[in-house]
């Protein structure tokens, strides 16, 4: 190895700790502009540094695209946090711990290694912890175990398949090299240089608890609802969409480091994956919390991702792998979106019930805006990200039609569609009918500032489809997106105007 | 590519009159008037040029959009003013709505067609809810799930069976031409799966209850856009399916025929016993699309000649359904109630609505010079030649006519006694005037359904061509006389006794 390189890392790291340090200091300065230039600023060179970190290639694109997400989702839900604050009068070092809660979670994400991805992974949980804790203390409504259950499942089972992890990676490794490694070096060695450890089957179930129980699939799902509901908005967001997709991400690079016998466990996950589903989405149907509804969704939506995991485990492809970056794109844009939304309508309403809940596009115009498109992304209409992953799943799905994981991909596909068709429906009436204000109308003057963030962090369902501009052939995709784009920002603004007259 | 663009390039501008026309129309009237009716009659320079590569299978349906979307914007304005005062926003949505429906008659390849029928899809829930709002929500909800659920089933495998066989970019992105030589066959079932959404759309039986409850509880425009236009996608959608696809024989003419038969059946029966002018107009719609079910049925026997005779269908179709749906618009506005046993003598306050429906009536009954004659004289001759291919198709098509005919001759008789039966029950309010667009907008349906079958005369080679010919000039003829008969002898009474509502 020559010697740029070294130097080249060593100035990464530089700017990588200037951005963590000009975004956790903006959370001291008083000005409020001050403040959010300062955090646009940081976040933006963390996306530089990643990027220039994949150019070097230091880390694969895996990790890029999935930091790249997080950032675009994590930039709008730390601006939100700041109003978000001092309006719910939750302690004022909130804003800081959601900070250093999205740079634990990007730093996981871009981390090219075992050790790095451990430590801010495992650091990211304890702060996640200390949010819910925070949400039941300040919570009207919902769970006052929440925080323990969360700490006990997805905490403690997403230790024991990193123990795991590590254990594969360094004694299979060793053992099959028959050389003498020094354990640190193999920790410190990125994702692709491992090499694939052969790994017995009883293990597999190790190396997959903790990930299922991140991603809440249906055996260890029953810690995501409470702690999801409780939790502050911008909390709920980043847990929701950022937090959960780690579950994909994490047997991503399980596949990477350890050769299993993938179709036991492929099928295994695609079954997981389709229970979530229809058990999520039928539960979510009938909840009347709007977050507990949205909880409950992520379980559906994360089943829709597993699913399509599972069945790049046993096919392989680069459309597979699309299909199932933007399905955990859309869902980490879309329910980031509708938490920060029902955040909004609690703090104007006063009460998050969606039988109740009423006329937001009177009150809460621009966020209305931004519901209606997350709400298309999640319905799958085009050219949204949902959409663009379902069509890249079913065009996947039907190169072996015939098989059984074409037919559990499709069930999948097919109840997905239905149950978040149901579940939009359900959401959507929030919008409409008349108004009901319990607080004083100024609020609704302070939290505009709050409304172009959700607005913003919407525009993820018309941005991230260009993801796939990265591994695609772009004609086709660019022709659907032009053809459709112009229709779905009729169909916004007449949703609109539905909703605003009597 | 350059056609690509071109294609492109004209979307963008008809989608920018429509924006241009819709920023201030209620300020501007006469601008905004002028620069919808350029970007609806524009759809005739490509038509008469032959560029955008619009080819045989789009050419009446487009002719169809441009006769049609006129109107219905013409209409909407003036009703819209009517209801609401002013038509700012909802205007737009008609309007764009309109605009997608010629982008999807003229879309070149599977990919522009699915995106366009779904987001067609997704603005006709908006337009059920565009006059009363959330009131219908249920309704809404009953034909997105319903619906709009099935008719993608067919898309989204209508697209897997193509892109298996040809690969993802290759098929999605050739242009049906070519895809028509590409011999693609499918299985059975698969061709169950392909036609099962296009039949839903068209309300055929096992899933046709989403139809009539969508059509009489939306608005009259709204309606109009789904009887004369979004109806005539699952049409165009199946020919398009039968020219690109090689489905199971067996499959698609006996589900078609049967489907197509018994709705027939259903819905003109279900017409005689409705008191409300749209419900009787919904099912008479169901049986109409029964038939052309029934019709597209025979494409694998009749060929060409089949094919030719559902443009006139469509075409016919769509521009009385589009008529007649805006005058219960119009009955509507005047008289505040659509039930036909409230209603009397509206001919007294609305001669000139009055003019322009008899005309669209004698079109649905099938009286000589009006496109319906013509329409129902080629399907009854095609059902004695079907009698060499076997009894049972040319048995099933004759009933399907003697329905239509005879309950066509009941229903008319029922609705046009809205206009000319005696005032029984309370009046309402004052009468409104309607406005001009809206008079315009009904008259130039009528008289194109006078004028319009000359098209196909001229550019079709139909059997019995002279046949046809010489009955529509004679029939014409006796039309013309007639009316200059009721101008000159017609009794006028100096008071006007109204029903249904109070001078």
Known sequence: MSAEPIYSIYFLSFSYIIALSIILTSNK???????????????????????????????????????????????????????????????GSLPFTIDLFSIL?????????????????????????????????????????????????????????????????????????????????????????????????????????????????????????????????????????????????????????????????????MIIGLISIIYGGLQSYVQRDGKRLLAYSTIAGNGFSTAILGYYLLQGGVDVFTALIL?????????????????????????????????LVKILPYSALAGYLALFSMMGIPPTAGFISKLLAVLSAITDFPSISCMILILS??????????????????????????????????????????????????????????????????????????????????LYIMAKRK | MEMVVARYIYWFILFLLILVANISPDRRRRLSRILRSIAYLSIWVPLILGVLQIDYLQVFFVTLCSIACLAISLYSEGYLRILFGRIAPLQFIIDSTLVLLVMFFTAYNLIELVVLWISIEILGFILILIERGIGNWNIATKYLI????????????????????????????????????????????????????????????????????????????????????????????????????????????????????????????????????????????????????????FLPVLGEVALVIMYIYVLYHGIVKTQVFLNTGSIELLANTREIYRLGYLSRIAKETYFSVVLGFLSLIGIPPTLGFLIK????????????????YSFALLIGVVFLSIFSIVYAIKYLSVYTGSYTGEAYRPVISLEDTQLISERMLALSLLIVPVIPLIKLALPYNLVIAIIYVLGLLVLIVSLLMYRSAFIREADVWLGGVEA
């Open chain 1, 327 to 359: 399905s955990v794109a859309a869902h980490t844009g879309y329910k980031a979106t509708f938490f920060l939304d029902i955040g909004l309508a609690e703090q104007v309403t006063g009460l998050r019930f969606i039988h109740r809940l009423r006329g």
């Open chain 1, 29 to 91: 300065v008083s000005n409020e502009l001050a403040k959010v230039s300062m955090k646009i600023i940081g976040y933006v060179l963390l996306l530089i540094t990643s990027l220039a970190l994949f150019i070097n290639n230091y880390i694969d694109d895996v990790s890029l695209v999935f930091s790249t997400i997080s950032l675009f989702v994590i930039v709008p839900v730390s601006i939100y946090s700041i109003r978000y604050t001092s309006l719910n009068r939750y302690p």
């Open chain 1, 413 to 494: 596909i097919v109840s997905a569609i239905v149950t978040s068709i149901l579940i939009g429906l359900r959401y959507v009436r929030i919008y409409y009918g008349e108004p009901i204000v319990l607080y004083s109308n100024p609020t609704t003057e302070r939290v505009r500032a709050m409304e172009y963030c959700v607005l913003a962090l919407s525009s993820s369902s018309l941005i991230f489809p260009l993801l796939i501009l990265l591994y695609l052939e772009p004609m086709i995709y660019m022709i659907l997106y032009l053809v459709s784009v112009l229709p779905l920002l009729v169909l916004i603004y007449s």
């Open chain 2, 146 to 297: 319903l619906c709009a659920t099935t008719g993608d089933i067919s898309l989204f495998t209508w697209l897997a069976v193509v892109s298996l066989n040809l690969g993802i970019e290759k098929g999605l992105l050739a242009g049906f031409n070519e895809l028509a030589f590409m011999g693609i066959s499918v299985n059975p079932f698969v061709t169950f799966l392909l036609l099962i959404g296009f039949t839903t759309k068209l309300g055929q039986i096992p899933l046709h209850f989403w139809l009539v409850d969508t059509y009489s509880e939306a608005p009259s425009v709204s309606t109009a856009i789904f009887s004369g236009l979004m109806s005539k996608m699952a049409v165009y959608g199946i020919l398009r399916l039968y020219y690109t696809i090689s489905l199971d024989i067996n499959i698609f003419m006996y589900l078609l025929l049967i489907q197509g038969l018994i709705t027939a059946i259903y819905g003109f029966l279900m017409t005689s016993a409705q008191t409300d002018v749209k419900k009787l107009l919904a099912y008479s719609s169901m049986g109409h699309y029964g038939v052309m079910t029934m019709f597209m049925s």
């Open chain 1, 105 to 269: 979670l990007v730093t996981a994400f871009i981390s090219p290694n075992i050790l790095f991805f451990a430590i801010s992974w495992t650091l990211a949980e304890l702060i996640g912890f200390y949010l819910v804790s925070l949400g039941e203390e300040h919570s009207i409504e919902g769970s006052i175990r929440a925080s323990k259950r969360f700490l006990l499942m997805s905490v403690a089972t997403f230790e024991l398949t990193l123990f795991t992890m590590i254990y594969v990676s360094v004694f299979m490794l060793v053992s099959a090299l028959a050389t003498h490694l020094n354990v640190l070096d193999v920790l410190l060695k990125p994702y692709w240089l491992l090499g694939v450890a052969k790994t017995p089957l009883y293990l597999a179930p190790l190396l997959l608890i903790g990930f299922i129980a991140k991603a809440a699939q249906v055996p260890l799902h029953f810690w995501l609802p409470d702690a999801h509901s409780v939790a502050p908005a911008p909390a709920s967001a980043l847990l929701s969409g950022v937090m959960t997709a780690m579950g994909i991400y994490g047997i991503l690079r399980v596949s990477m480091i350890a050769s299993i016998n993938y179709s036991v466990v492929a099928y295994t996950i």
């Open chain 2, 377 to 392: 004289f080629l399907i009854v001759a095609i059902a004695f030649q079907l009698l060499t291919y076997g009894e049972f």
